[in-house]
């Protein structure tokens, strides 16, 4: 398998709100995370979704979210530029659970 030479890392974080939070307030939320794409050099790119798996293996997650950054250096600056951390201290109260990873999309040639 070939790591591809972009140098591209994603950095996933899969949530599960806490009961009582209602949809528009995610929604809100959601719109705040995206917003960092404008707020964050090294943020490119954002993507979210929830879960439609009829496999049922979830483990309570409900939520995913996609952020692309070129290097892992960009992910070392994201993670304490003050508008992230502003950010994470208003959305990270609000997940009953978290799990987040960074990786380099890898071709697989066959």
């Known amino acids: 398998m070939e790591e591809v030479k972009s140098g ?3 950095h996933i974080l899969l949530g599960k709100f806490k009961d009582g939070i209602s949809e528009e307030q995610i929604q809100e939320y959601i719109k705040g995370y995206a917003n960092l794409v404008n707020l964050v050099p090294t943020m490119k790119a954002f993507r979210w979704g929830k879960d439609v798996s009829i496999e049922n293996a979830h483990q309570g997650f409900t939520h995913v979210f996609e952020s692309t950054f070129e290097s892992t250096e960009g ?4 993670l304490p530029h003050p508008d992230h951390v502003e950010f ?7 997940l009953e659970n978290v799990l987040v990873v960074d990786y380099k999309p890898t071709a697989v040639q066959l």
């Open 8 to 10: 591209v890392v994603k």
């Open 75 to 78: 992910i070392a600056e994201y």
């Open 88 to 94: 994470s201290n208003i959305f990270l109260p609000q």
